[in-house]
RNA sequence: GGCCCGUUCGUCUAUCGGUUAGGACACCUGGUUUUCAACCAGGUAAGAGGGGUUCGACUCCCCUACGGGCUGCCA
């Protein structure tokens, strides 16, 4: 396989969520299975929206997931490259030149779609004359820039949704610089994807359109438009479009909401593809596991709380070495803290969850007795041996207490289970009992 | 309105015209377990609707319905 140059570029223009992340990671994930290259780059053009916070923000969820680039780009730095190649399309007459208005365009596009036909722009300032077009900058007017699209159909093969085919004459001509002399995305990415070698473009669906664009504009600078693949937007549970939850599904959320990377990068990897979700030991078993072909072009039903039972399955074979410091935060003291941390991994959602287990261990729990057992408690509590406790310790009192009152199976172990932490569920009773510190009566 | 894509178990999906429609996750049952989890075994469960083409259609074609995307001097 050669290597390819991929790239994640998002605009800075909010935090990054599940969606965006999907992007970089098949783009991360089809770089380093070739041994290629992983750009990142800033489509920050639109400089009113973007902001250095969201840049800084973008940064610290990648790092967070492991997704490192080789290299980072930003087209805000660029412009001047940008303007160069405008000239040589305005050269080569791909560039012309228009002076409606926001509002005049609106309205053209209004009345095509009254009159039932697509809204598609009718070149009309393309059909100026040099004479027309003097006029129209003597009385002031600015003119912006767009791209003379060939009115054929633009095909490609799709890594994902197989072939496609656009008729150019069923898009408008897109504009590439704005009449205050901005340059837009489209054009500043098609720049940038062909300077930058780039030779596979992982995006959303909602790029289709877009894609066939950039491929003339980019076959019009002389360039190889690399190899496309469009994955299939993200929904919620029910089919809802995503961006209505788009709050919660914030990296920086779910990071904030105690979701193990891991658990991400490994439902990310393969949802929506034909490959079951499996959690990924390493990143290494991703970049094998990964195949873009293997997704479908149907929308993608993604339910964060997923995430959760797959964080919990991560935890519970964390080993304590790679906790170490987080156990020691905590306060537990270093001779019982790897035991603590192998009897507690199984039974938290989250790394959060560890607090409560070490404040049941360190002060006792709120003896949880029902009525009927509150003798045979009593009773077993008198039986108990005194600290420190031992593995044994469990047996060897259970054993006593059996003798003493007659109880036996659930009935002789759970009461002392919910007596001892106050709980149904937790770590088995013969862990617990040397972790105890204290036992509330 | 136009253009592009899509629709198979609850979910993600496999099937390149002939299958008992397969797998994974979830779920249910049983086993194991003091509990939960884990683990093992088993199980329930699917081709949107209608027309064609064909000996035979989930698969190819058309229509309808539904879903998603695009249709910006945003990205």
């Given at each position: 396989?050669?290597?390819?140059?991929?790239?994640?570029?998002?605009?800075?223009?909010?935090?990054?969520?599940?969606?965006?992340?999907?992007?970089?990671?098949?783009?991360?994930?089809?770089?380093?299975?070739?041994g290629?290259?992983?750009?990142?780059?800033?489509?920050?053009?639109?400089?009113?929206?973007?902001k250095?916070?969201?840049?800084?923000?973008?940064?610290?969820?990648?790092?967070?997931?492991?997704?490192?680039?080789?290299?980072?780009?930003?087209?805000?730095?660029?412009?001047?490259?940008?303007?160069?190649?405008?000239?040589?399309?305005?050269?080569?007459?791909?560039f012309?030149?228009?002076?409606?208005?926001?509002?005049?365009?609106?309205?053209?596009?209004?009345?095509?779609?009254?009159?039932?036909?697509?809204?598609?722009?009718?070149?009309?300032?393309?059909?100026?004359?040099?004479?027309?077009?003097?006029?129209?900058?003597?009385?002031?007017?600015?003119?912006?820039?767009?791209?003379?699209?060939?009115?054929?159909?633009?095909?490609?093969?799709?890594?994902?949704?197989?072939?496609?085919?656009?008729?150019?004459?069923?898009?408008?001509?897109?504009?590439?610089?704005?009449?205050?002399?901005?340059?837009?995305?489209?054009?500043?990415?098609?720049?940038?994807d062909?300077?930058?070698?780039?030779?596979?473009?992982?995006?959303?669906?909602?790029?289709?359109?877009?894609?066939?664009?950039?491929?003339?504009?980019?076959?019009?600078?002389?360039?190889?438009?690399?190899?496309?693949?469009?994955?299939?937007?993200?929904?919620?549970?029910?089919?809802?479009?995503?961006?209505?939850?788009?709050?919660?599904?914030?990296?920086?959320?779910?990071r904030?909401?105690?979701?193990?990377?891991?658990?991400?990068?490994?439902?990310?990897?393969?949802?929506?593809?034909?490959?079951?979700?499996?959690?990924?030991?390493?990143?290494?078993?991703?970049?094998?596991?990964?195949?873009?072909?293997s997704?479908?072009a149907?929308?993608?039903?993604?339910?964060?709380?997923?995430?959760?039972?797959?964080?919990?399955?991560?935890?519970?074979?964390?080993?304590?070495a790679?906790?170490?410091?987080q156990?020691?935060?905590?306060?537990?003291?270093?001779?019982?803290?790897?035991?603590?941390?192998?009897?507690?991994?199984?039974?938290?959602?989250?790394?959060?969850?560890?607090?409560?287990?070490?404040?049941?261990?360190?002060?006792?729990?709120?003896?949880?007795?029902?009525?009927?057992?509150?003798?045979?408690?009593?009773?077993?509590?008198?039986?108990?041996?005194?600290?420190?406790?031992?593995?044994?310790?469990?047996?060897?009192?259970?054993?006593?207490?059996?003798?003493?009152?007659?109880?036996?199976?659930?009935?002789?172990?759970?009461?002392?289970?919910?007596?001892?932490?106050?709980?149904?569920?937790?770590?088995?009773?013969?862990?617990?009992?040397?972790?105890?510190?204290?036992?509330?009566?």
């Open positions: 396989m050669r290597p390819t140059v991929t790239r994640f570029a998002p605009s800075p223009t909010g935090y990054i969520h599940v969606g965006n992340l999907r992007t970089a990671l098949m783009n991360y994930l089809i770089a380093r299975k070739t290629g290259t992983f750009i990142l780059r800033l489509d920050d053009t639109d400089q009113e929206r973007s250095q916070e969201y840049i800084d923000g973008l940064k610290q969820d990648l790092e967070w997931l492991g997704l490192h680039w080789d290299r980072i780009e930003q087209q805000s730095k660029r412009f001047d490259r940008y303007y160069e190649a405008a000239e040589e399309l305005k050269a080569k007459g791909r012309y030149e228009c002076f409606e208005t926001p509002v005049e365009l609106d309205l053209k596009r209004k009345k095509l779609l009254n009159m039932g036909r697509p809204p598609v722009y009718d070149r009309a300032s393309f059909r100026l004359s040099a004479e027309e077009r003097e006029a129209m900058r003597a009385e002031g007017r600015q003119g912006y820039w767009r791209f003379l699209l060939d009115q054929n159909r633009i095909e490609w093969q799709d890594g994902i949704l197989g072939p496609i085919s656009i008729d150019a004459a069923s898009v408008s001509d897109p504009v590439l610089i704005r009449a205050d002399g901005q340059i837009l995305y489209t054009f500043a990415s098609s720049v940038d062909i300077d930058m070698g780039v030779t596979n473009i992982v995006r959303g669906a909602d790029h289709v359109t877009n894609t066939a664009t950039q491929i003339q504009i980019m076959q019009a600078m002389g360039g190889t438009p690399p190899a496309f693949a469009h994955h299939s937007l993200l929904t919620g549970p029910q089919g809802e479009e995503l961006s209505k939850r788009l709050g919660v599904l914030a990296l920086r959320d779910l904030e909401r105690g979701v193990e990377p891991m658990a991400l990068l490994s439902l990310m990897a393969r949802l929506g593809s034909s490959k079951p979700v499996e959690i990924a030991g390493s990143m290494q078993e991703l970049i094998d596991g990964f195949d873009v072909e997704f479908g149907a929308p993608t039903k993604l339910d964060s709380e997923d995430l959760f039972p797959m964080t919990r399955a991560i935890l519970a074979q964390r080993p304590y790679a906790v170490k410091d156990v020691a935060a905590l306060g537990v003291p270093e001779a019982i803290a790897e035991s603590f941390w192998n009897v507690a991994r199984e039974n938290i959602t989250v790394m959060a969850d560890l607090r409560q287990w070490w404040e049941l261990f360190r002060d006792g729990a709120e003896p949880l007795v029902d009525e009927e057992d509150r003798d045979f408690v009593a009773q077993a509590m008198g039986l108990l041996p005194p600290q420190p406790w031992t593995h044994e310790t469990w047996g060897q009192w259970t054993a006593a207490v059996k003798e003493a009152t007659g109880r036996k199976g659930k009935g002789l172990f759970r009461p002392l289970r919910r007596a001892l932490t106050g709980r149904d569920a937790g770590p088995e009773m013969a862990d617990v009992m040397p972790l105890l510190q204290k036992v509330r009566k």
